[in-house]
């Protein structure tokens, strides 16, 4: 059974802390994405990575970072986190660069006061 | 821009019929994804669409009509576990996936 692991369900900062947000693939995919989800808008990807090493900018790149190291695993990092990066962060991994079929961790939920 | 707009909500009845729909502006077309997200869980994929028609995959069926940007998603002998938000996406010419804000299905008894 597939499988995309989120280090964390809940997380709760205070301004200006760093976080890290981890994810794990099990399978073996190339390519793996950071969304946020927020209420009334759709999906808005972060950042995402097509091999190791290598990350692309996504759509809201800004006070984010992220590093991959190893092929199953992508973090995403916010240097100083405020409080309008409160919010569900959903990473998902896909086979190839052209499919639209993701699979998704169960996100994580960060508030930052 | 690129916009995909669905309904932000809608309610149906416990073993009745409903139709979700989607329409599209985007820059290319590589394909229509449906995917299905259970209160607090991560989004499921549902089906895909590339050309136009139906296509039937138990009591969900999604339609895809390209030059009308439209699409839908029908669900069949709504059960209570069907509750949940549905999301469109479409993948554009650059393979991005472009996100609806998604619709949320109450089903009531």
């Known amino acids: 059974d597939v499988k995309v692991t989120q280090s964390s369900r809940y997380l709760v900062k205070r301004t200006g802390e760093k976080v890290f947000l981890e994810c794990v693939q099990d399978m073996d995919h190339e390519n793996m994405f950071w969304y946020r989800q927020d209420p009334g808008l759709g999906l808005r990807l972060i950042y995402f990575?097509?091999?190791?090493?290598?990350?692309e900018k996504g759509d809201i790149p800004e006070g984010y970072s992220v590093s991959r190291e190893k092929k199953e695993r992508f973090s995403l990092i916010l240097e100083s986190a405020s409080t309008n990066q409160t919010s569900m962060y959903l990473c998902a991994s896909s086979l190839t660069w052209e499919a639209g079929e993701l699979f998704f961790g169960e996100g994580s939920r960060l508030t930052v006061l | 821009g690129q916009n995909i707009d669905q309904p932000t909500e809608m309610t149906a009845t416990e073993g009745a019929i409903v139709q979700i729909n989607c329409t599209y502006q985007?820059?290319?077309?590589?394909?229509l994804f449906w995917y299905q997200q259970h209160a607090g869980e991560a989004p499921t994929f549902l089906s895909y669409?590339?050309l136009d028609g139906l296509e039937e995959k138990g009591r969900f069926s999604s339609f895809l009509s390209r030059s009308k940007g439209y699409s839908y998603l029908l669900l069949k002998e709504l059960q209570m576990k069907d509750s949940a938000s549905y999301l469109c996406a479409v993948l554009d010419s650059n393979y991005q996936l472009i996100w609806g804000a998604g619709t949320k299905l109450i089903i009531k008894p």
């Open positions: 669409n590339v």
């Open positions: 990575s097509y091999d190791v090493k290598m990350k």
């Open positions: 985007t820059s290319g077309f590589n394909g």
